[in-house]
């Protein structure tokens, strides 16, 4: 088996194999080293004598190494015996407790003593198996950088004494908003990079969705979890038809819909149905904007009455500068962009998202729209300015231009 064999069961299998070893361990940090030593110890051998079980070779091969670990450290004499039993790895693994276990890591992974960025880079690390490198390059920062996040992450889980266990049912429920939250953050940057060369990530997008997908079979009667995946899905729906050959934006109203996958489509619905009874939640409200979108057969003929409400309800529950702002894009759409404009410089005057290129981008369309083509051409000047993802600064360039 070659390296792309290896790191192909290892994306599969890391969430189990690291669960199964915390548990097993009772140190989170250990369990992660070994399996990555294991990994790395599969590079080698893999290649010349392929294991039958590859998933089982890794467990027992990780075991193998947690044990030297605990062995080497003298104060933990006790804990060696247990652990060097003569038991079979396998014999030490409930299989009706592995989707636990699974679920167990990813609240780990997304504790709330931890900083955002070092629940990203855990929860890509340990529950997504993603390599430092990759990690790094998703994000655009260096692989130290990256590696001194997952080093820091654990060594807080260890000082924090942070349990591997499932919260109780309300923590849980508390906690779970993080656990999106994460998955939420992961996504955005891989639809829409922030910075880069690319517009959008779909490496890093689709990781997101099978975190989520996994996340949902855990935790089944989680409305918010069902919304989140449908978000996912239906905004993923649009990938193939979002840039052009040579990797130029392709705005929505200029897309062919026909690219849009309509399998992605309807998972999307499906999951939307089944956080609909319950009451949509902040990602089920942003699910059934993206499900008007991806139902609509043009701009022209989408139902942007709808949508405005759907924000209005969003901005109620969950508000910010950013769901006033898709508002005002809305109610452009909905009632004209004199309406619109009054909201963007609510913003403005509020001092809402400084720094970001999103106000005078969605202000300098509105001007557009309105005729107003000198003070639209200062703001998409300011906004390509801003804007630190390239492909997305050229559209805001060409825009501003045409204008003169």
Known sequence: MDAAGVEAVWRIESARIVAALTRFTGD??????????AVAEALVSWPVSEPASPAGWLMATARRRAIDAIRRRTALKDRYALLATDQVVDD???????????????????????????????????????????????????????????????KTI????????????????????????????????????????????????????????????????????HGLLALFELTAARFPARTGPDGTPILLEDQDRRRWDLSAIRRGLAALLKASPHGLGPYGLQAAIAAAHASAPSVEDTDWDRIVVLYEALGRIAPSPVVELNRAVAVAMASGPAEALAIVDELIALDQLPGSHLLPTVR??????????????????????????HPERKILLRKAAALD
Request: some cysteine; aromatic content about 4%; glycine content about 6%.
């Open 158 to 225: 260890a000082a924090a004494g942070v349990p591997f266990e499932l919260p109780t049912a309300d923590a849980r429920r508390e906690r779970l908003s993080g656990v999106l939250s994460v998955l939420y953050v992961i996504f955005t940057e891989g639809s829409t990079a922030t910075t880069g060369e690319r517009l959008v990530r779909p490496d890093v997008a689709y990781e997101a969705i099978r975190l989520a997908r996994t996340l949902a079979a855990l935790v089944p009667d989680e409305p918010e979890v």
């Open 28 to 37: 989170f940090g250990l369990a992660e080293d070994a399996a990555q030593e």
């Open 364 to 389: 300098g369309e509105l001007l557009t729209r309105l005729g107003r083509l000198t003070e639209a051409r200062t703001e998409l000047e300011l906004a390509a300015h801003l804007c630190t993802n």
């Open 92 to 154: 030490e693994i409930d299989p009706d407790r592995i989707d636990d276990d699974v679920l167990a890591l990813m609240f780990i992974s997304c504790h709330p003593v931890l900083s955002r960025e070092a629940q990203v880079a855990l929860t890509l690390r340990v529950v997504g198996g993603l390599s430092s490198e990759e990690i790094a390059r998703a994000f655009l920062v260096s692989v130290p950088t990256v590696q001194a996040r997952i080093t820091r992450g654990k």
